[in-house]
Every structure is written in C-alpha cells, then in structure tokens.
C-alpha cells in the first residue's frame, strides 16, 4: 500500500498500479489461504471483494459459481479486473467505490479483505467495521487478512495487533483469528509477509 496514503484519495492508488512492476500486493493470483477456503467451499452465495484491485480474489469465487463483486478506489486497478474477467470468460463485476462509503441493495453472504483493513487509521477503521455490518447479512462471513504486529522492522502499512481485532470486532461479531502470511511480490529477496486471518462472522 502507498506508505501513510489516504484512503479517500484515489490518485495515491492509481499511482501504485501505474508502473512498470505491480505493487507488492499484488501478485497475479490469489492468496494461498483463500484458495483453501475456495476448495472448502466456503464461497457460494452474493461475495463481496472490498479493495479488490486487480481483482483475483473475486475471479476465484467467481469460477467456484459464486455472485462475485469487486470493489476498489482505484480506476487503473478496476479496468486491469475487468480485462481479466473478459479474458477468462467469467461474469465477476467490478465497481470503482471507496470501501468506507459503500452502500449495495441487499447484503451479502460473504465479503472478502485481503489487505484493506490495515490501511485504515482508528476513526476510519470504527468508519470501515459499521460498513461491514450493514453489507453483511446476519450469519454472513468477513474473511480478513492483514499486515500483522509480527512482521519486524517498519516498513510497509500499519501493523495490527490481535488485540485490536479483537476490539474493532467486539460488538455484535464472532471471531476466530489465526496468525497467518501473506504472500507479496519480492520486497528485500522476501516473498512472504506476517500477516493475521480471521473469520467473522455477523451475529
């Protein structure tokens, strides 16, 4: 992510998709742990991918059969999605929305953030968790991975502690957390980044 970026300033974003290599996030293709859940089956109904960039966490629920909408504040990220939706033949959408704002017609069985929540400072995390209750469908799931507290040095977004999981969930959600890593493009020879996961479940 653009180091301290705005998360209501799309130019930061864009910036990030406009060069000759993809930003870190960005890997060609989904995060390992959520083609696991995809081969569970964890993946049926209306999905919601908020900050979807390039868009290859919906593309994979949306070849498991899934109802797959993108989102992401980044219009360069937003049409990279929809070419690869055309090329690959599948019906997944992508919208150009700010993940804080958005508002949908019926809520949804699942939403996706992989590397969103950890952008947010306090008041727009508070901001980001109410979204959340309103897109998601009472016994919905949010499945979340972020940078981690774990990952030494202080490069890259914010890290996130447990504790504060635990916090920004504490009313009205349930949660199992597992320490996790994401995969990124390489950044100083790594390849892998401390990262949490969590199921949330909207009671």
């Known amino acids: ?3 301290n970026s705005s998360t209501t300033d799309a130019r930061d974003w864009d910036a990030a998709y406009s060069g000759t290599a993809p930003p870190p996030w960005d890997i060609g293709r989904p995060q390992p742990r959520f083609e696991v859940l995809a081969r569970a089956g964890a993946f049926r109904g209306r999905i919601l991918d908020c900050g979807c960039g390039t868009g290859e966490h919906a593309l994979l629920v949306s070849a498991e059969g899934a109802d797959a909408l993108g989102i992401d504040l980044s219009e360069r990220a937003v049409s990279q999605a929809r070419a ?3 090329s690959r033949g599948l019906p ?3 919208e150009v929305a700010n993940a804080l704002t958005f508002r949908a017609p019926e809520p949804f069985d699942v939403v996706l953030d992989c590397g ?3 952008v947010f400072d306090d008041t727009d995390r508070a901001t980001y968790v109410n979204t ?3 897109l ?3 016994g919905g799931t949010l499945y979340l991975m972020c940078f981690s507290d774990r990952e ?8 996130v502690s447990a504790t504060e999981l635990y916090d920004a969930f504490a009313n009205g959600w349930r949660m199992d957390l597992a320490p996790s890593t994401m995969s990124v493009n390489p950044i100083e020879g790594r390849t892998e980044v401390q990262a949490w996961f969590a199921a949330v479940v909207r009671a």
């Open 116 to 118: 969103v929540f950890h």
């Open 152 to 159: 030494p040095g202080d490069w890259g977004p914010r890290r």
């Open 84 to 86: 690869k939706a055309q």
């Open 132 to 134: 959340l209750r309103a």
């Open 1 to 3: 992510m653009p180091e």
């Open 92 to 94: 997944a959408r992508f």
């Open 136 to 138: 998601i469908r009472p």
